[in-house]
């Protein structure tokens, strides 16, 4: 973004931090509430809309889709996707899916960080292509299956797993997701973890407006 490096700060993720500060729900909490039933292996999903990607989200949600139904003794909730370009279309499809399974799956408009955060804890992994599975998930301890191009680029702990956007591909990787989740023992490293990441925002932005207004120059990495 053409910010100088000594001007840059890199103190960890608010939602990361959250995650040691809450107080989660209970596995009988959330089924009462949300009117589910776990079973032993447990899918948390997300899918957002893709712009700008040579394969329609429409068609990358069919192959997720299809990859699901492979794995029928699983428990799979859906929160629905952002208010992008194509999201309805794409929370139609998962209303169409979901009402078609019976009480395997469930989906939801919006859960709330405390109930997310709860129910992403008492999953075996997160599949879609979320943020959430590359920045809070490790922290929880769960796998993340992501998939296609949406997160290209970010940093990312050793339980994510990249795949692409074909049915074969998504089953394989949550396979191997559910394979980690049965022998975890504890969370992983998160890139995205900080100490007192609020408190060190507020203390950074009070210490840099007390040496005044900078002038922005833009730093060029190709140059410097």
Not at 59 to 76: G, H, K, W, Y
Not at 100 to 129: E, H, I, P
Request: hydrophobic residues 35%; proline residues 4%; contains cysteine.
């Amino acid at each position: 973004m053409g910010e100088s490096p000594e001007r840059v700060y890199n103190v960890g993720s608010l939602g990361v931090e959250a995650i040691r500060k809450l107080t989660y729900w209970t596995r009988e909490q959330l089924e009462c509430d949300l009117k589910i039933r776990f079973s032993q292996n447990n899918i948390l999903v997300t899918f957002h809309p893709v712009t700008l990607d040579n394969r329609p989200a429409r068609e990358q949600l069919n192959c997720l889709f299809t990859a699901l139904d492979r794995i029928p003794d699983a428990m799979v909730i859906f929160t629905k996707a952002n208010a992008d370009a194509q999201g309805r279309s794409i929370n139609e499809m998962i209303d169409g899916y979901t009402a078609l399974q019976g009480d395997r799956v469930a989906a939801f408009s919006s859960l709330g960080q405390t109930r997310y955060l709860s129910l992403m804890r008492q999953c075996s992994v997160v599949v879609g292509n979320s943020s959430s599975g590359i920045i809070e998930a490790p922290s929880v301890g769960v796998p993340t299956v992501n998939i296609g191009d949406r997160q290209k680029g970010r940093v990312r702990a050793e339980t994510v797993i990249e795949c692409g956007v074909e049915s074969d591909e998504i089953l394989s990787a949550i396979n191997k997701a559910l394979a980690i989740a049965q022998a975890r023992r504890s969370a992983p490293s998160n890139p995205y973890e900080g100490t007192n990441t609020a408190e060190t925002i507020v203390k950074t932005i009070v210490d840099n407006l007390t040496k005044g207004i900078y002038q922005k120059a833009y730093y060029d990495l190709r140059i410097n």
